[in-house]
């Protein structure tokens, strides 16, 4: 049972109860309170928890019994995050049916681009290593919807937010690949002596390792997740990255765009790679844009709206991309052609492919 001294030697047995405040007095009877003894307890204990407004008669005390006390920590427990959001589920429901969308279509496909790059060594991009890292992070992101889904229906406690803001880390930083990409195409295609004197040497390498250490950084600062203002380093970050390959795929489209000297028409090729650059920039848009857009107003939205709704939908549509990336990437025709040489059981032939049409994604 519950026991509260107020100074009086006669106990009021957890019925008649009274919390004395500074300009008055809250009275808290059996006849006049319709709510059971857990409820009454429950009111007694918030009220006199709060010495800035009152205290309970002089030198009070409240002492609960471990069972009492379990209970009440109960009663005021947390909601999940849908229960949080009921107001606006909708944007939530699509989320999840979209992480396990991106789950069931992502995994399957980035593995395809990762045996494809680890087998095809003869017919091979110099951004290929860049678009192998991207692969693999997509994978290990691409495996947290179930632990997302429990999550925001069912549990509360702390520790799957550790676990699902790591991850969320490395896919926040996946567009540090797709800068990658852009600049070794843009190099390519702008500059190509030195895109030529550079092509051999280990500087890719040194760049995916630096990325990774950002990635596992950042991650590894989002999973404390009581860093203050640690969301502005992602503001700032996808804002330059989305800049960056917008400028360079848009410098890419303008240079391809140009005819030859004395030619009216564009080269078959270029016509291609200007289609692909365009679908490229397009996916890019459709998948970062939306962060880039709303995150930075985030002080104009209220805490609710924010947190149940522009969240989830920019990075409902952010995470999207761990799909559309592997799939913009296998529906070059030298995919085609090795499952078709595969299934006949002949060797694969040789596929000349050009540099700028093997694609950022």
Known sequence: MCQIHTGNPHLSRGVDKTCRAEEGHLEDNSAGYTGGFSDRICLLVSLCKQP???????????????????????????????ESCREMPGVIIWYLCLQFINMFMGIPANIVVIWLIRTNKGDSSTSDIFILQLAVLDVLFCLTPPLELVNILYLTSDLPWYVLRFFYGIKDTSPLFLACICLDRYMAVLHPLTFTELKDRNHRAVLATAVWLVVLAYAAGKCVGSIPDFDRVFTVLILATFAFMVFCNIAILWALWQSGPGRDEMHPVKKR???????????????Y???????????????????????????????FSSSIQPVLYLSKDKLVLSAALCCRGKKKAPVSTSNTTQTAL
């Open 289 to 319: 844009f939306p962060p880039v857009a709303l995150f930075p107003f985030k002080v104009y939205y209220t805490e609710d709206v924010f947190r149940c709704y522009i969240h989830y939908l920019a990075f409902g549509l952010m995470d």
């Open 273 to 287: 790679a200007c289609r692909m650059v365009l679908i490229i920039l397009a996916i890019i848009v459709f998948n």
């Open 52 to 82: 800035s407004h009152h205290t309970c008669g002089m030198a009070s005390q409240v002492t609960l019994s471990p069972a009492l006390m379990d209970f009440h920590n109960a009663s005021v427990a947390k909601p999940t995050m849908y």
